[in-house]
């Protein structure tokens, strides 16, 4: 059986309406012998003539009669799907969000982001989950509606990607650390034990790799997944944590930072969705303040 020709609803609302092929016809712009032939496909269609000659007019069957309102409500979901959506009004927008990125990330943007949202829109709940890896089935299946990370040949091709800010690794010690008087040396810095961040549990990284050239080698004393905990482990020992500067700068109160003596690639940390909510007007107002806070815009 072939598929029904829906536009062919639009044909019978105007009939039903009009009384009239000729009035019909100028309503959808269409000219009378195309409209009787289209009034011909409806009587296949239902089997039923559904307007018939009554003097010098038409008028509806029974069958017309009984399908009238049910024609009409369906023509108007039909033009309000197809029309583009309404203005949101965020002061009644009741939305859970839920966000995957690091802690670092959390405790340095959540609480600005979690105030800026409220502010405009109080039904708004945003929900942060940890990210143990670079997956991106939860964006795709829906589990999670943003992410922020770094953008590297592992991201799906799929998912649509914005800039927020650039970054640089940095050391940071507690107050009264050696580290806190003189010069940060390569030497210096190779000679203190170290906390690696490493959320695949790698046991060197970029840092080692600019060590090397000059024969030097740091001792790696813990290895942990988290920037955050990096820092609260270098703010309660001697161990060295070494870390991006603007992804850390809130968990560093209190704390000495320094330029790492050694040169390291900066990179950009970015924001992630799935192109399936590329047009929801209330993910885009979402994604505006999460851009907005990492750019350190006031609300």
Not at 149 to 168: C, I, K, N, Y
Not at 197 to 219: F, N
Not at 220 to 241: M, P, W
Request: charged share 25%; glycine share 8%; hydrophobic share 40%.
């Amino acid at each position: 059986m072939s598929n029904p020709d829906l536009n062919l609803l639009f044909t019978l609302d105007a009939l039903l309406a009009e009384g009239s092929v000729a009035r019909a016809a100028k309503r959808l712009r269409l000219s009378p012998s195309a409209m009787s032939r289209a009034l011909g496909r409806l009587r296949d269609a239902t089997g039923d003539p559904l307007l018939v000659r009554a003097g010098r007019g038409l008028v509806p069957t029974p069958r017309a009669l009984e399908l009238r309102e049910r024609v009409r409500q369906l023509v108007q979901e039909c033009e309000t799907v197809l029309r583009p959506a309404a203005k949101l009004d965020f002061k009644r927008l009741v939305r859970a969000f839920t966000l995957r990125t690091s802690e670092g990330w959390v405790e340095n943007f959540g609480p600005t982001l979690i105030a800026r949202c409220g502010v405009e829109a109080p039904g708004v709940r945003l929900r942060f989950v940890p990210k143990p890896d670079k997956d991106s089935t939860p964006l795709r299946e829906g589990a999670v509606d943003l992410e922020t990370g770094v953008v590297d040949e592992t991201t799906s091709p799929e998912l649509r990607t914005q800039a927020l800010f650039r970054d640089r690794l940095m050391g940071v010690v507690r107050m009264g650390h050696p580290l806190c008087k003189g010069k940060v040396t390569p030497s210096r810095y190779a000679a203190g034990k170290h906390i690696l961040v490493s959320r695949e549990g790698h046991e060197t990284g970029p840092i080692d790799d600019a060590l090397k050239p000059l024969g030097l080698q740091r001792e790696i004393t813990t290895i942990v997944s988290g920037f955050a905990t990096a820092v609260a482990l270098a703010r309660e020992s001697d161990l060295i944590a070494s870390v991006p500067e603007r992804h850390t700068a809130s968990l560093r109160t209190g704390m000495h930072a320094f330029p790492l003596p050694v040169a390291t690639p900066e990179f950009t940390v970015s924001m992630l969705w799935h192109p399936r909510l590329d047009a929801d007007a209330a993910h885009r107002w979402l994604r505006g303040h999460v851009r907005a806070v990492c750019a350190g815009k006031p609300c």
